[in-house]
């Protein structure tokens, strides 16, 4: 006899987002690190704007594609 483990209980928005997600077949997504760097210079820096912000981080990591993460911060900006 196999013993089911205890099913953690969610609060009400992670429950209705799940659904919604298997509802629409939509992944819930994650900002990448250099998105998340980005949107931290621009909050940062007063004088900081979001051309500055992403040639900072462009230039700190060469291996990040410029339209790879503006299609990302498209989605949060």
């Given amino acids: 006899m196999q013993i089911k ?8 928005k992670e429950t209705r987002l799940g659904v919604e997600a298997k509802k629409k077949k939509v992944k819930i997504c994650k900002k990448s690190s250099s998105a998340r760097k980005v949107l931290q210079l621009m909050d940062a820096d007063e004088d900081a704007n979001y051309k500055k912000a992403l040639t900072k981080v462009l230039k700190a990591d060469k291996r990040i594609s ?3 993460l503006e299609k990302e911060l498209a989605r949060y900006i």
């Fill in 5 to 12: 483990k205890p099913i953690a209980k969610l609060g009400a």
């Fill in 66 to 68: 410029k339209v790879k």
